[in-house]
């Protein structure tokens, strides 16, 4: 088993995960000297407990219920410069959210008024912001590099 998983002589208790495995896998069954205890069969197949599946409402779901929070803890910030800084970032990344799942572009107006729409007018973006386009379709950014790239000899044989 160390041979075929040599990756686990990095942890400190390898050879005990060893003959853990070995006791297992003959369902408890071998006998022999071990230098480790055998491990109990009802510790070994103990289920976790079952997580509760979360069931929030989402407004919009291009966004995720992280816009909601962010918005959330947003309206409750009462320095004004803070307050506004924050509004611009959650607007920036609402518009890359947008960009991510509508591969068009997007009104910064359609940004303004669904922010407007989940602070229920708490937060307000001014008209002068400009919101940046920070979505990058990898599909053509993959082509484009893959068109730039020349060949070229490394010194180490034919070049790539």
Not at 31 to 53: A, I, K, N, Q
Not at 92 to 99: D, P, Q
Request: a positive charge; hydrophobic letters at 30%.
């Amino acid at each position: 088993m160390a041979v075929l998983n040599p990756q686990l002589r990095e942890y400190a208790d390898f050879k005990h995960k060893l003959w853990d495995h070995l006791f297992i896998i003959s369902d408890f069954r071998l006998d022999c000297d071990s230098p480790f205890p055998m491990p109990e069969r009802d510790l070994t197949h103990v289920r976790p407990e079952r997580m509760p599946y979360p069931n929030k409402q989402i407004r919009l779901r291009h966004y995720g219920g992280i816009i909601q929070e962010m918005v959330k803890e947003a309206t409750k910030v009462e320095d004004e410069p803070t307050r506004k800084t924050v509004t611009e970032q959650i607007a920036n990344f609402m518009k890359m959210s947008y960009l991510t799942w509508n591969r068009d572009s997007v009104d910064d107006v359609v940004i303004r008024e669904q922010l407007k729409e989940f602070s229920s007018g708490k937060l307000e973006l001014s008209e002068e912001v400009k919101l940046t386009n920070r979505f990058i379709d990898l599909k053509e950014a993959d082509k484009r590099g893959n068109r730039n790239k020349k060949k070229r000899n490394n010194g180490y044989g034919r070049g790539r």
